[in-house]
T-cell receptor
């Protein structure tokens, strides 16, 4: 069975500071991993995904994530936070070709 | 590619009434998913279709819930005899399964409030 744990339901960073959102997964098979962002009253938008190949994945808006099998982690980072990054971020895991399982989300606040 | 659309965006209803939501997926996407999202939680899987076949249903999907995708294109989710606990955001997503790779693209959601 697959599951995702997002450590820290709320994260606050100053504008221009490093953003680090944590995601750990549990999977009985090689996982597919995703990060989605959700702005208020909107659906989820794909930021990036890891399926196979390079473990460092680059996404939109300057975000990237690194798949670390030994740590069962897929943490999301961005070198310099922007006010427009304030949103809810969800990590998700799936079996190949199977349903998705989402974490409970991390709310990112960017302080001017 | 016009994206996934959902209608209505908001719905307020009284307890005991029936409601129906519609989802139009990205064209040529063969999979369509329904999720429920409550405040402070991630999306929870309800059901999904591959073409017109409903392949899996979550235990969250009580017998008051029914979903259809009659022609393998748009889908409807109906909730009968709504309860206050049904208040949530209902999200639709679609994907094109190519081999084992799949990325789900989400619509804007329908926010339901049951009074």
């Amino acid at each position: 069975a697959q599951s995702v744990t997002q450590l820290g339901s709320h994260v606050s960073v100053s504008e221009g500071a490093l953003v680090l959102l944590r995601c750990n997964y549990s999977s009985s098979v090689p996982p597919y991993l995703f990060w989605y962002v959700q702005y208020p009253n909107q659906g989820l938008q794909l930021l990036l995904k890891y399926t196979t190949g390079a473990t460092l994945v680059k996404g939109i808006n300057g975000f990237e994530a690194e798949f670390k099998k030994s740590e069962t982690s897929f943490h999301l980072t961005k070198p310099s936070a922007h006010m427009s990054d304030a949103a809810e971020y969800f990590c998700a895991v799936s079996d190949p070709g199977n349903q998705f399982y989402f974490g409970t989300g991390t709310s990112l606040t960017v302080i001017p | 590619d016009t994206g996934v659309s959902q209608d209505p965006r908001h719905k307020i209803t009284k307890r005991g009434q029936n409601v129906t939501f519609r989802c139009d997926p990205i064209s040529e996407h063969n999979r369509l998913y329904w999720y429920r999202q409550t405040l402070g939680q991630g999306p929870e899987f309800l059901t999904y279709f591959q073409n017109e076949a409903q392949l899996e249903k979550s235990r969250l999907l009580s017998d008051r819930f029914s979903a259809e995708r009659p022609k393998g294109s748009f889908s409807t989710l109906e909730i009968q005899r709504t309860e206050q606990g049904d208040s949530a955001m209902y999200l639709c997503a679609s994907s094109r399964l190519a081999g084992f790779q799949e990325t789900q693209y989400f619509g804007p959601g329908t926010r339901l409030l049951v009074l």
